[in-house]
Nanobody, 121 residues
Framework: QVQLVESGGGLVQRGGSLRLSCTAS????????MGWYRQAPGKQRELVAT???????TYADAVKGRFTISRVNANNTVYLQMNNLTPQDTDVYYC???????????????WGQGTQVTVSS
């Protein structure tokens, strides 16, 4: 069993900043890609940013230059620093980790429970 616990969401004014954290725990042998996604009610979940175990990053065009993803491999934690937030960034943010539970298992995706980010105008 693998659990992902997110924290750091909340309410912030336009132009403000938030830092999201997500730690994977449980039966983990190896962690591959980690990332952040977001979803508004009635809409599909969309990619925000991902980071490989080697540190290579990708970002959605809407957040490039404002958000920064990073990770600490030693404790299976991924961060999302969000700056210059706008009301359009208001969503539930989900953490995802691609995890191998043992050397006999294949990699599988695990998701966190989501954390609400609200940006007021």
């Amino acid at each position: 069993q693998v659990q992902l616990v997110e924290s750091g969401g909340g309410l912030v004014q336009r132009g403000g900043s938030l830092r999201l954290s997500c730690t994977a725990s449980g039966s983990i042998y190896s962690t591959d890609d980690m990332g952040w996604y977001r979803q508004a009610p009635g809409k599909q979940r969309e990619l925000v940013a991902t980071i490989t175990s080697g540190g290579r990053t990708t970002y959605a065009d809407a957040v490039k230059g404002r958000f920064t993803i990073s990770r600490v491999n030693a404790n299976n934690t991924v961060y999302l620093q969000m700056n210059n937030l706008t009301p359009q960034d208001t969503d539930v943010y989900y953490c995802k980790a691609r995890v191998q539970r043992s050397r006999f298992h294949v990699y599988q995706d695990s998701w966190g429970q989501g954390t609400q980010v609200t940006v007021s105008s």
